[in-house]
């Protein structure tokens, strides 16, 4: 069987399986990329793969690359591996034949709670240049909403974008994402100043029977659409830049929230449960953006031993 054949059917025994059109997208790319790697050293077909040509290529992606994307293709091409065997395509299992790297843990871009009061404060004062003054108020209010809701609720930049306003109960404070990464849904919630926000939003938000999505373009192109991922990513990086605050972006959020209320003193899988994370490594992953959050440091230099050594205390410094 030629190997191309064989990855098609592989992605489309994937399709079957519920993979998002993303997650076909992204194993087809590296798959693609291994089939034409194994031709340029004379392999086409499923019956000739074997150890060292896989681990040839195993060592070859790792030139120039990030280790977690070496870590992301070596995963895609094992599963790749594990269905040939799986579905009989192949007599002997290559899986080990792949070894997936370690990637080391660093610390993510997370917003602060100084960094969201910043822009929250950026929103209260529209931009009106290019704008009516109907268009920069219904730009503040809305951007003020996804700030609030980002931050608060945990949710995925593409689940905020899915949100309808019949899916929002701000009379309960939460939100329901009907289907959330992997296609499991669940309710997020909000405290009562994001219901504030999404309150006022609510209110202004032009009426159009055919579009039912919370947030929707103002201006532009497309003026009353649903909000894509690729623009709100946009809003969020243009409310950044004109507040300040660097690097601001969805997932920032996601993760700030997680390290919020973490520091605030939720349990871990609490946390893991609220957000939808499949896994609580990586809430654990997310959180360690506290070790440089400037809450936890104020929180340290009341506990400072040495402060408490000086000061002759045992527990907390005054």
Known sequence: MELADAVREFLIAGRQCGWSPTTVKNYGWTLDHLVQWLADHDIHLVEQLAVKPLRRWGADITEGRQAATVKGAVTTVRSFLRWLHAEGLIETDLVQALKVPPVPKKIQRTMTQDE??????????????????????????????????????LIRASELCALRCDEVDLEAGQVLIASGKGG???????????????????????????????????????????????????????????AGVDAVSPHAFRRGGAAAVTLAGMPSRMVQL???????????????????????VKIFRRFSPVTAARNGMSGEAG
């Not at 219904?138 to 980002?150: C, E, F, G, M, Y």
């Not at 609220?274 to 936890?296: D, F, K, Q």
């Open 274 to 296: 609220l957000g939808g994370w499949s896994n609580i490594r990586m809430v654990e992953l997310y959180t360690r953006a506290l070790l440089a959050n400037s809450e936890t």
């Open 116 to 153: 969201v009061q910043t822009l929250l404060l950026a929103c209260d004062h529209p931009v009106e240049h290019g704008l009516t003054a109907d268009q920069a108020t219904a730009t503040a209010v809305r951007n003020a909403a996804i700030v609030s809701l980002l931050y608060d609720s």
């Open 184 to 242: 499991d849904g669940r309710y997020a919630y909000f405290g009562s100043d994001t219901t504030v926000a999404l309150r006022a939003w609510l209110e202004i938000r032009p009426r159009s029977p055919t579009q039912p999505w919370l947030f929707i373009s103002i201006w532009g192109n497309t003026p009353g659409c649903q909000l894509t991922t690729r623009g709100l990513r946009i809003i969020l990086k243009k409310l950044g830049e004109r």
